[in-house]
């Protein structure tokens, strides 16, 4: 069963322009939501999370339980944006981590 | 720390052959997981151990993969016999205590 879904596999946005990387879950209980990018030539990473409610290099992203979804947000994409980035589900309690297929984002000069 | 290391980087087999990938995780660990990388399913979760005991392999493709974790600093993950839908992007990742996942550089696996 598909717990993570990422609807676009590929994004690009202008720089300056908004960005929003959309992840919708599924999930019976209370999951811990994260978004990990993965830039050129570089490992997989922790973004953020939805616990820690911060924003990491301008982007931001907010659970919203009753649409399921956890969708990524930056007011104005930068060059050095672009990268792959994966929406993650951890179970509670459960520590299985379920990542989406990823979404390919794009930010042209 | 060098973090999570994986080895090899790349592998290029032939179809039949057995593959063997392994994992380092980052000392104090606890939890690891195996995760392979395509472009059409992203990241599928393979397995995932917690104290070097197996969890969930419900991820596992079918019998000819399998995985160990003899202690707690090394894992390995074969797949015997090879076949070319198993080419990808092998990934081993260690969670901290605080949640977050580190992950190798990836194994690269190529069946002809």
């Known amino acids: 069963a598909q717990r993570v879904t990422q609807p676009e596999k590929l994004l690009s946005v202008f720089k300056g322009a908004p960005v929003e990387l959309k992840c919708n879950y599924s999930?019976?209980?209370?999951?811990?939501l994260f978004w990990y990018v993965q830039y050129s030539r570089q490992r997989l990473q922790l973004l953020l999370r939805h616990i820690s409610r911060e924003s990491i290099k301008g982007f931001t992203a907010d659970l919203n339980k009753g649409e399921t979804s956890f969708h990524l947000k930056k007011p104005f994409a930068q060059e050095e944006d672009s990268a792959m980035y994966y929406c993650a589900l951890e179970k509670y309690a459960g520590n299985q981590f379920y990542f989406g297929t990823g979404t390919s984002l794009t930010v042209i000069p | 720390d060098a973090g999570v290391i994986q080895s090899p980087r790349h592998e290029v087999t032939e179809m039949g052959q057995e593959v063997t990938l392994r994992c380092k995780p980052i000392?104090?660990?606890?939890?690891l997981f195996w995760y392979r990388q395509t472009m059409m399913r992203g990241l599928e979760l393979l397995i995932y151990?917690?104290?070097?005991?197996?969890?969930?392999d419900s991820g596992m493709p079918e019998d000819r993969f399998s995985a160990k974790m003899p202690n707690a600093s090394f894992s390995t993950l074969k797949i015997q016999p090879s076949e070319p839908r198993d080419s990808a992007v092998y990934f081993c990742?260690?969670?901290?205590?605080?949640?977050?996942?580190?992950f190798g550089e990836g194994s690269r696996l190529t069946v002809l």
């Open positions: 990742a260690s969670r901290s205590d605080t949640g977050e996942l580190f």
């Open positions: 000392s104090g660990h606890n939890s």
């Open positions: 151990f917690n104290n070097n005991v197996p969890i969930d």
């Open positions: 999930y019976s209980g209370s999951p811990e």
